[in-house]
């Protein structure tokens, strides 16, 4: 599809408003009678399995730091996206507080909030205002690929979570990353200890029955917490110590 430079949403026009209201009441509405959550799950025989990032190829030398960008909100137009995925395509030089110069490295594992798009999700937005900035910012990278990991935000969630499935959901790449994820949750086994855990909330419900049988087989996986430290959001991201 051919790259659009999308202009900013216009939050304060009547017309959006009320198109986003009357959007946000529809997929509110079918959100309570029919789950996609639970349909996903019974689409696809093959159970969802942790992705372990010490044993996966990914750009980590397997010593030393592993470096994680977070990103999230950022599905506004094509030139705040395309900068906010330029900061996580690249290696970054800043400077500290102190005046010390510091070097930031891609990470090898991109973690994306929520909200990937606005103000509603379709197939023609995502490619506007998601799969365009972030092609433009890393078009490709050499292998072993840095991956990239999805928890839907509410405004993912206004078309049923069609469109964010049949993105990140797709085993494909989106530009210079690959999306190896196999449902709209996660649990990535990182180096030293670490587990990092994404689940979906939907609009205003828990996390489905699935989600609940999966995250229950990787709780024996995780063993004591040193510290735990979590980011509340729709969905919400979890990261855990082993002992």
Known sequence: MPREFCPMVSWYDPTELMRSARDVFISTLLGRHSDHRLL????????????????EPLPWSGAGPFWLDYLS?????????????????????????????????RGAVLILGGDQVYPTASRFEYQRRFVGPFRAALP??????????????????YDSLVSFTRLFVSHD?????DAPQQRSYF????????WLVGTDTQLDS??????????????????????????????????????
């Not at 050499?142 to 969630?157: T, Y």
Request: aromatic share 10%; with cysteine; hydrophobic share 30%.
């Open 40 to 55: 996903e799950a019974l689409a696809t025989r093959e159970e969802p399995k942790p992705f372990d990032c010490t044993m």
């Open 73 to 105: 909100d950022t599905g506004d137009g094509f030139n705040p996206a395309y900068a906010m995925a330029s900061c996580v395509a690249s290696r970054l030089s800043v400077k500290s507080p102190d005046g010390r110069s510091l070097d930031l490295e």
């Open 187 to 194: 649990a990535l086994k990182l180096p030293y200890g670490w």
């Open 173 to 177: 790449r989106i530009g210079g990353w």
């Open 206 to 243: 828990d996390i489905d029955k699935p989600q609940v049988d999966f995250f229950s087989q990787r709780g024996a996986q995780y063993g004591p917490c040193r510290s735990r430290d979590s980011l509340q959001r729709r969905a919400t991201l979890d990261l855990r110590e082993e002992v």
């Open 140 to 157: 490709d990278a050499p292998e072993p690929r840095p991956k990239m990991f999805a928890i839907p935000g509410n405004h993912d969630w």
